[in-house]
Nanobody, 114 residues
Framework: QVQLVESGGGLVQAGGSLRLSCAASGSIFRINAMGWYRQAPGKQRELVASITSGGRTNYADSVKGRFTISRDNAKNTVYLQMNSLKPEDTAIYYC????????WGQGTQVTVSS
């Protein structure tokens, strides 16, 4: 079993920055892709960014140029640096890790005020 612990969410003004972290622990065989998803009230969960074990990244069009995903394989940790935040970025952000199967974090709230 793999446990994911997220941190870094909070309240920030538009134009501000936040950095999310997600650390994986437990019976980790091998971590493949890692990523961040978000879900705003009344909307479906959507992919924000992902990164493969080799470092290839993928971003939602809405966050390209503003968000950066990275990972530290030695620490089994994935990060999401969010800059130039907008009110429409407000959502619960979930970490996702693929290690034989998908695992999800508990979610961390990001609120961007205008």
């Amino acid at each position: 079993q793999v446990q994911l612990v997220e941190s870094g969410g909070g309240l920030v003004q538009a134009g501000g920055s936040l950095r999310l972290s997600c650390a994986a622990s437990g019976s980790i065989f091998r971590i493949n892709a890692m990523g961040w998803y978000r879900q705003a009230p009344g909307k479906q969960r959507e992919l924000v960014a992902s990164i493969t074990s080799g470092g290839r990244t993928n971003y939602a069009d809405s966050v390209k140029g503003r968000f950066t995903i990275s990972r530290d394989n030695a620490k089994n940790t994935v990060y999401l640096q969010m800059n130039s935040l907008k009110p429409e970025d407000t959502a619960i952000y979930y970490c996702n890790v693929n290690s034989l199967r998908d695992y999800w974090g508990q979610g961390t709230q990001v609120t961007v005020s205008s």
